[in-house]
Nanobody
Framework: QVQLVESGGGLMQAGGSLRLSCAAS????????AGWFRQAPGKEREFVAT????????FSHSSVKGRFTISRDNAKNTVYLQMNGLKPEDTAVYYC????????????????WGQGTQVTVSS
């Protein structure tokens, strides 16, 4: 069992930056791949970025590539999402999740989820 708690969301003007954090419980966090997803009102939850258990492999959705960076610190049991160049269309609740095995873009493959943190970007 892994418990995840996101933080760092808030209200930001377009063009600004935020860093989201996802703190995990448990001593096996370093064996899980992690991902960030987001869900805007009335829309499906969508993939944002994923990172392997070691941090050596990352992959991001094309809509955030070059603006968002996923990283992790296994010593701190934490995954991060650095978001630069924010746009109003980035407004959503952001969730982190973990899974055993390799990175993945499908939300259905992730086993444990956090409660989410709201990110709102004004124009």
């Amino acid at each position: 069992q892994v418990q995840l708690v996101e933080s760092g969301g808030g209200l930001m003007q377009a063009g600004g930056s935020l860093r989201l954090s996802c703190a995990a419980s448990g001593r096996t966090f370093s064996t899980y791949a992690a991902g960030w997803f987001r869900q805007a009102p009335g829309k499906e939850r969508e993939f944002v970025a994923t990172i392997s258990s070691s941090g050596g492999t990352t992959f991001s959705h094309s809509s955030v590539k070059g603006r968002f960076t996923i990283s992790r610190d296994n010593a701190k049991n934490t995954v991060y999402l650095q978001m630069n160049g924010l746009k109003p269309e980035d407004t959503a609740v952001y969730y982190c999740a973990v899974k055993k095995g390799s990175v993945a873009t499908s939300k259905n493959l992730y086993n444990f989820w956090g409660q989410g943190t709201q990110v709102t970007v004004s124009s």
